[in-house]
């Protein structure tokens, strides 16, 4: 597909796989023209401050697309356990069956660390918040209920990592199947 086609939706989303692939320090401009089709002043016309303002926007695609479809499970009528599975199920295929890399894990070490920290750290508490909500919902106290959602997102992260380097998503779609039971069981 020429370049002079291409949304902006779809250069973002080229943008957003090169970053989960090579992490942003590995990311150079050369292999975001690549995998965009854009020349450099091209993508400088689209972002103004470079690969910042690239890793920015992708960051932005996730979030809503995470708020979207994932968080929106999370939030939707039903019980906690319900609520949970879809939960569980909505990052599955967020994350293609464990099959691709987190942004807050890329991002949260190398040259993006110092950039993205405070957002990262803003996303992390907040669904951090938003799985303690449904824990209490369950009857959980407000602490319990918090260490459980902490215990759940070094999973969900922890399992990505896992499967990377293992090679196999088995880690990932295991968690994914034991987290309704993990944040409610007591």
């Known amino acids: 597909m020429p370049a002079a086609i291409l949304s902006r939706e779809e250069v973002v ?9 090579h992490g942003y320090d590995g990311t150079s401009l050369a292999r975001l023209s690549q995998a965009t089709g854009l020349g450099r002043s091209s993508l400088y ?14 960051m932005a695609a996730v979030g809503e697309i995470f708020v979207n479809d994932v968080l929106a499970a999370l939030n939707s009528p039903g019980d906690p356990r319900q609520r949970f599975m879809a939960f569980a199920a909505q990052l599955s295929v967020f994350y293609h069956a464990g099959n691709t890399s987190c ?27 938003h799985i303690a909500a449904v824990v209490a919902e369950a009857g959980f106290d407000q602490a319990e209920s918090m260490r459980r959602a902490e215990n759940a997102i070094i999973s969900i992260q922890g399992s990505l990592v896992v499967s990377r380097a293992l090679g196999d998503n088995a880690p990932f779609l295991r968690t994914m199947r034991e ?8």
């Open 13 to 21: 989303s080229r943008i957003l796989q090169e970053f989960r692939s």
């Open 179 to 186: 987290m309704p039971d993990a944040l409610l069981i007591a």
């Open 103 to 129: 942004l807050t894990d890329v991002f949260s070490m190398g040259g993006a660390a110092a950039l993205f920290q405070q957002y990262l750290s803003l996303r992390v508490a907040n669904l951090m918040r």
């Open 45 to 58: 016309h689209y972002f103004p401050n470079g690969k910042e303002d690239m890793a920015s926007a992708a």
